[in-house]
């Protein structure tokens, strides 16, 4: 996404000088709401049992300092077999190792590995040190208990601290919440939507056949899944959006309360983020509210439209380098889908910033130039539901009320989570594989009638219905309707009823009926009895367990 910087006019002094005394306000506001506490946690426990990889030459020593207190097992990866014998006896085993692989977590990883010329062994351990030169476990975000320092000695010995700590009984809250019924993963063996797969930087979140398992040990809690998830099925829950939405509101309405003009929401990280503004001190423009986040990829535009209905002329995302490169990807599409938005609705803008600094001096200059974008004339009093799609409801039902322009329809671009659909009505044979696919209620079949019903508002444009399709005849269009009918069923094909030629029932339509012709004519089952397939199912069965012509005769002379 291209930043499109504010202009920068002159500063008034005086009110540079409100906004400080009510960037205050807004601060106790927000911190006056109390922290969440989670209700349901996951529990690790470790007995110091470690794992040191390695060449003898960085693995050794540090191994020598570990099992002073831990119980230590060292694999190096020389490749030279001898080198077992020629080492001094050590009080902890050593293995030589050609290939080695890490999985796990705090408490449960599981090694393999395979010495030349030997079978391959495993092991549990609790803890891991890797030294090797290739981190084996190559996620961004890794696993609790898995230090993997690289070459630099100091850092080496902070890991080495760090895993002196790491004995006992820990936990964490769960940070996520999963409904399975909302999924758009997949339905009947086709995938649809991989997201929240993709995003993952701990790699927590694998295929199950038709849904995701998030493995709550990995999860490190960046809520980046719940941010670009079309449907809300996965959202954050440490702390959930609503909380998060209370902080904002409160801070929004403080700071106009005492005589703030322009607000801009700064989402940061509690640790980087925040040692960085610290740097900065008096150097923040008054209009600038931080708000520090568990992590920045947590939010999306479900949070970003609230935050500029409550009033926020700005949004900026810090993000200080030690973010994962999908994580920065995500927030630049979800900001280019929201920028999309406010600009079709006439907000003059821009209204979002994705601000990538990693020094003091880069911030300063960026926040000098932050957003000043347009909002409504009156802040909404709605409060985020934990719910996404609800969120996103209240907000730009909002926006859309009090905006400069009202048009029917605002393109979006690929990727957006509205949309409607195309569907080419000589092509589809209303076979409803669509209905079934759909995870959100937006395809709907005609309870009986031959006809194919779409409710735009619950399109998430997951494109499991593009991939059902047998006959390739549904293309996504990503759009947000304001029209009242996006709330409506309407009718996207329909057909007259094709009637069993024996007993007159309805079961298909003409053209899947044509179709099945077309398709089956050479089919050894229907060989010389094409008429099948003209009928219902119970009358087929009873043609097919009939004497021969003895059915044939009886569609004949209904016909």
């Not at 085993?93 to 080695?100: E, K, L, S, W």
């Not at 029209?483 to 298909?508: M, T, W, Y």
Request: net charge negative; glycine share 8%; charged share 20%.
């Amino acid at each position: 996404m291209n930043i499109r910087f504010a202009e920068h006019p002159p500063i008034d002094p005086v009110q540079e000088g409100r906004n400080t005394e009510a960037r205050a306000a807004a601060i106790a506001a927000s911190d006056a709401i109390p922290a969440f506490e989670p209700s349901v946690t996951v529990s690790y426990r470790s007995s110091g049992s470690t794992l040191v990889v390695g060449s003898s030459e960085h693995a050794l020593p540090w191994a020598d300092r570990l099992a002073a207190a831990l119980p230590v097992t060292v694999l190096l990866l020389d490749q030279q077999a001898h080198l077992q014998n020629a080492m001094p006896v050590r009080p902890y085993p050593v293995h030589v190792a050609r290939v080695a692989a890490v999985a796990g977590w705090l408490g449960a990883f599981e090694a393999r590995w395979q010495a030349p010329h030997q079978p391959v062994r495993q092991g549990r351990f609790d803890l891991v040190l890797d030294l090797s030169p290739s981190r084996l476990i190559p996620s961004h975000q890794r696993p609790h208990g898995y230090y993997a320092p690289g070459y630099d000695e100091a850092s080496r010995q902070e890991a080495l601290e760090a895993m002196l700590d790491m004995v006992g009984d820990f936990e964490k809250p769960k940070y996520f919440s999963y409904k399975e019924r909302t999924c758009a993963h997949g339905r009947n063996g086709v995938t649809g939507c991989s997201a929240c797969i993709d995003i993952c930087s701990a790699q927590a979140i694998h295929d199950d056949g038709d849904r995701i398992k998030v493995n709550p040990y990995l999860c490190a809690g960046c809520g980046a899944c719940s941010t670009v998830c079309p449907t809300g099925a996965i959202s954050y829950a440490f702390p959930p959006a609503a909380l998060t939405g209370k902080r904002m509101q409160a801070a929004l309405r403080s700071y106009v309360d005492a005589g703030g003009s322009e607000p801009v929401l700064l989402l940061h990280d509690p640790e980087q983020g925040a040692a960085l503004l610290a740097q900065l001190g008096d150097d923040i423009p008054g209009r600038i509210i931080p708000l520090a986040l568990q992590h920045t990829a947590s939010t999306g535009i479900d949070v970003w439209f609230a935050a500029i209905a409550y009033g926020a002329a700005g949004i900026v995302v810090l993000n200080t380098g030690q973010e994962a490169p999908q994580y920065v990807a995500a927030l630049d599409q979800q900001m280019a889908i929201a920028q999309a938005v406010l600009d079709g609705l006439g907000y003059d803008g821009p209204h979002l910033q994705l601000l990538r600094a990693g020094a003091p001096e880069e911030v300063a200059v960026a926040l000098r130039h932050a957003p000043r974008g347009a909002t409504p004339v009156e802040p909404a009093v709605f409060h985020l539901a934990n719910d996404k799609r609800n969120t996103l409801d209240y907000a730009l039902e909002h926006l859309h009320r009090h905006a400069p322009e009202k048009p029917e329809h605002v393109a979006l671009p690929p990727g957006a989570p509205f949309g409607t659909l195309e569907v080419d009505r000589k092509a589809c044979s209303l076979c409803m594989s669509c209905v079934g696919a759909c995870p959100a209620g937006a395809l709907q079949d005609g309870q009986g009638a031959p006809l194919l019903r779409f409710i735009e508002k619950n399109c998430v444009q997951c494109g499991l219905c593009a991939a059902t399709c047998p006959e390739n005849a549904i293309t996504l269009q990503p759009r947000l309707s304001f029209l009242d009918s996006r709330k409506q069923a309407v009718v996207l094909n329909e057909s007259q009823p094709f009637h069993c030629i024996r007993c007159d029932k309805p079961f298909g339509t003409l053209q899947m009926v044509e179709n099945m012709l077309g398709r089956l004519a050479s089919h050894p089952a229907f060989s010389g009895h094409l008429d099948r397939l003209r009928m219902c199912g119970d009358c087929r069965v009873i043609d097919m367990m009939a004497p021969e012509g003895e059915m044939r005769v009886t569609a004949l002379r209904r016909d």
